[in-house]
């Protein structure tokens, strides 16, 4: 994916629906690349479309609440709930299902009722446009992608930030951490490795994510530096809308309203326990 010098021209707000399936279509996606990806694991990760509705599940990560989702379900599929469920049950995995606002109808709401699906949290995803980078970099701090060469400092840093990480899967799974469609990016602050994030590119849209800081470094504005870097990034890369999720109130939402995202809406996760062993 080569970088475009000229801005792409910015689209009009799309409604709510359009951006909740765009959305959903990438959160598909990039859920299983992460899956693919993992320092920890073998990818055990299996799809299965119902309807319009892909659901997830990992067989290594059965109780995970990210890995074992139903994204996309809307009262159009609620002729496949009990399908789905059975689904689920055989993989002997939980079943969460992630639904936005206009997806929470009172008939998809009453048959989770019925079927014993039980609230289970919320998650607050950002929108934002990007845009060439507003901040300029202080002397003493510096951006960098990782390459290849510098891999080994991004993993240093997720182990700082005690990232669960094993030594095979490094080399395994290296090739994922510099692909042109998935980039890390290190502030360094005096040469040091003091934080990163990535950015995940699907068609005209991108994720953030993956930001962290080492403790020493924090209150630095490195994570303000990397926001603003890869809306910049994205900009380059012909992207109309920038994604990102996290949790309301904390340090990550703030450094995002600071780079100009706002809230776009807010997930409501449904979940069915997993099924507990026979024998």
Same mark, same amino acid.
């Given at each position: 994916?080569?970088?475009?010098?000229?801005?792409?021209?910015?689209?009009?707000?799309? %409604?709510?629906?359009?951006?909740?399936?765009?959305?959903?279509?990438?959160?598909?996606?990039?859920?299983?690349? %992460? #899956?693919?990806?993992?320092?920890?694991?073998?990818? @055990?990760?299996? *799809?299965?479309?119902?309807?319009?509705?892909?659901?997830?599940?990992?067989?290594? @990560? !059965?109780?995970?609440?990210?890995?074992? @989702?139903?994204?996309?379900?809307?009262?159009? *599929?609620?002729?496949?709930?009990?399908?789905?469920?059975?689904?689920? #049950?055989?993989?002997?995995?939980?079943?969460?299902?992630?639904?936005?606002?206009?997806?929470?109808?009172?008939?998809?709401?009453? *048959?989770?009722?019925?079927?014993?699906?039980?609230?289970?949290? /919320?998650?607050?995803?950002?929108?934002?446009? !990007? @845009?060439?980078?507003?901040?300029?970099? !202080? =002397? &003493?701090?510096?951006? =960098?992608?990782?390459?290849?060469?510098?891999?080994?400092?991004? $993993?240093?840093?997720? =182990?700082?930030?005690?990232?669960?990480?094993? =030594?095979?899967?490094?080399?395994?799974?290296?090739?994922?951490?510099?692909?042109?469609? $998935?980039? +890390?990016?290190?502030?360094?602050? #005096?040469?040091?490795?003091?934080?990163?994030?990535?950015?995940?590119?699907?068609?005209?849209? *991108?994720?953030?994510? #993956?930001?962290?800081?080492?403790?020493? $470094?924090?209150?630095?504005?490195?994570?303000?530096?990397?926001?603003?870097?890869?809306?910049?990034?994205?900009?380059?890369?012909?992207?109309? &809308?920038?994604?990102?999720?996290?949790?309301?109130?904390?340090?990550? /939402?703030?450094?995002?309203?600071?780079?100009? +995202?706002?809230?776009?809406?807010?997930?409501?996760?449904?979940?069915?326990?997993? !099924?507990?062993?026979?024998?």
């Amino acid at each position: 994916m080569q970088d475009q010098t000229e801005q792409p021209a910015i689209r009009p707000d799309i %409604n709510m629906d359009e951006l909740i399936i765009r959305i959903n279509e990438m959160d598909a996606v990039f859920t299983r690349f %992460n #899956n693919q990806r993992s320092l920890v694991m073998d990818c @055990r990760i299996k *799809a299965k479309q119902f309807g319009d509705a892909t659901a997830l599940t990992d067989s290594n @990560r !059965p109780n995970s609440t990210y890995y074992n @989702r139903v994204i996309g379900f809307t009262d159009k *599929a609620l002729h496949l709930l009990d399908n789905i469920l059975k689904w689920y #049950n055989e993989n002997q995995s939980a079943c969460i299902f992630s639904l936005a606002p206009t997806q929470q109808t009172e008939k998809v709401l009453d *048959a989770f009722k019925i079927k014993e699906l039980c609230y289970n949290g /919320h998650d607050c995803i950002f929108h934002a446009i !990007p @845009r060439e980078s507003s901040l300029t970099l !202080p =002397e &003493h701090i510096s951006i =960098e992608q990782v390459t290849q060469d510098t891999l080994n400092d991004l $993993f240093r840093l997720m =182990e700082t930030n005690n990232w669960p990480i094993k =030594e095979a899967f490094c080399h395994q799974n290296r090739d994922f951490y510099t692909r042109p469609d $998935f980039r +890390f990016y290190l502030a360094r602050v #005096n040469g040091q490795v003091a934080a990163m994030g990535s950015i995940f590119i699907y068609k005209d849209m *991108a994720w953030l994510s #993956n930001d962290a800081t080492a403790d020493e $470094f924090r209150r630095n504005g490195c994570q303000q530096l990397l926001i603003d870097h890869r809306l910049d990034v994205a900009l380059r890369n012909g992207v109309y &809308h920038v994604i990102t999720d996290t949790e309301f109130g904390v340090t990550s /939402h703030r450094n995002m309203l600071k780079n100009g +995202f706002q809230l776009a809406y807010m997930t409501a996760e449904f979940i069915k326990q997993r !099924p507990e062993r026979k024998g």
